[in-house]
């Protein structure tokens, strides 16, 4: 898959994150050092935002939400468990489809190398 610079940047913040403070965190906590250390590159993102479904043609808050969504083009969602299964696959995919996104990254801190945790998708 093409690397483009944007996910280059994003997992060089996830890295000096994991760097940082290591695996065996909470999200919440990945999540807010993440912001910080995007905020720190200048990149745009927001967290938690809201992602309605459309059923029947209504929309409808289900609750979803995106752990980050970098400058309105990259979903990014954020893991701290012992690994990754098909259904957190599943779930970035859908949010990408929902938002009609075609870049996504699922980034599970739980690893000793962050590297390892890191996954792209383009639809």
Same mark, same amino acid.
């Given at each position: 898959m093409d690397r483009d610079p944007l996910?280059?940047?994003v997992i060089g913040c996830a890295i000096e994150v994991h760097r940082t403070l290591?695996?065996?965190l909470l999200e919440s906590t990945y999540e807010t050092c993440l912001c910080y250390e995007l905020g720190l590159a200048g990149i745009? &993102?927001?967290k938690q935002v809201a992602l309605p479904i459309k059923y029947k043609?209504?929309?409808i808050d289900c609750a979803y939400r995106i752990d980050l969504l970098i400058q309105d083009s990259l979903i990014v969602?954020?893991?701290s468990?012992?690994?990754l299964c098909p259904i &957190?696959?599943?779930q970035l995919l859908t949010?990408?489809?929902l938002a009609d996104l075609q870049t996504g990254l699922l980034i599970n801190f739980n690893v000793p190398r962050l590297i390892d945790g890191v996954k792209r998708f383009k639809l």
């Open positions: 996910t280059q940047q290591g695996p065996g745009v &993102h927001r043609g209504v929309l969602e954020i893991k468990v012992d690994a &957190h696959y599943a949010y990408m489809k």
